[in-house]
């Protein structure tokens, strides 16, 4: 498995409240990526990352920031919780846009907001 | 902008049956195309993927897709299922050299012992 952790794994949060998820890759791979994956929408791509502090928007980037400081941090940032924000968030990593791609997929973290 | 459809949001199959998964994609360019696969509780892992060459691809624990470019498809099969296959499939595509995936809703296939 590649070289990817997610902390928190869980968290219980109340709507207004700010929110760090924090992704952290071993392997120094260029491109991270946040994603949310809800039932019936597979995984949506909220932001990315394609260098340190080289980031861009995706699908679903509304309500959403990201921070990257170092290469092996990606910092997903929910400003003000809200209960639509309520999902599994993963974060994902990939070394080159050349014929090897692939992304590699941290454990997740599931965020409920009440 | 691309997008995904998987045909299929459930399939529940008994072992031994054989599978075949339905993957479409809007994008008139070259593409790159994936099936992940998310056993339950767990993260996503890449089953196989198709750059170039023959179109028929074989990835990990016997299963293998199909790109049929004239039907913009990369349907996913696998001969005869075991309970083990029991998780959700996903499918996606990448723009040739772009540096996002774009995924499909995911088929959640249950495989009954």
């Known amino acids: 498995d590649a070289g990817i952790t997610q902390s928190p794994r869980h968290k219980v949060t109340e709507t207004g409240t700010p929110v760090t998820l924090r992704c952290h890759q071993t392997?120094?791979?260029?491109?991270m990526y946040w994603y949310r994956q809800d039932p019936g929408h597979g995984l949506r791509l909220i932001h990315y990352?394609?260098?340190?502090?080289?980031?861009d928007k995706g699908e679903v980037s509304d309500g959403y920031s990201v921070s990257r400081s170092k290469t092996e941090d990606f910092l997903l940032t929910l400003e003000s919780a809200t209960s639509s924000q309520t999902s599994v968030y993963f974060c994902?990593?990939?070394?080159?846009?050349?014929?090897?791609?692939?992304?590699?997929f941290g454990p997740g973290t599931r965020l409920t907001v009440t | 902008a691309q997008s995904v459809s998987q045909h299929n949001h459930h399939v529940i199959l008994s072992e031994a049956a054989s599978l075949e998964l339905g993957c479409n994609y809007s994008?008139?360019?070259?593409?790159?195309l994936f099936w992940y696969v998310q056993y339950p509780g767990q993260h996503l892992q890449l089953l196989l993927k198709?750059?170039?060459?023959?179109?028929l691809v074989k990835g990990i624990k016997g299963f293998e897709a199909e790109f049929i470019k004239s039907k913009f498809s990369f349907n996913l099969r696998k001969p005869s299922v075991q309970w083990s296959d029991t998780a959700e499939y996903f499918c996606?595509?990448?723009?040739?050299?772009?540096?996002?995936?774009?995924f499909g809703a995911g088929t959640i296939l249950r495989v009954k012992s």
């Open positions: 994902a990593i990939s070394e080159s846009l050349g014929q090897g791609y692939e992304q590699y």
């Open positions: 392997e120094n791979h260029r491109y």
């Open positions: 990352s394609y260098g340190v502090k080289d980031t």
């Open positions: 994008y008139g360019g070259t593409v790159n």
């Open positions: 198709y750059f170039s060459g023959d179109p």
């Open positions: 996606a595509v990448r723009r040739e050299y772009g540096n996002k995936l774009v």
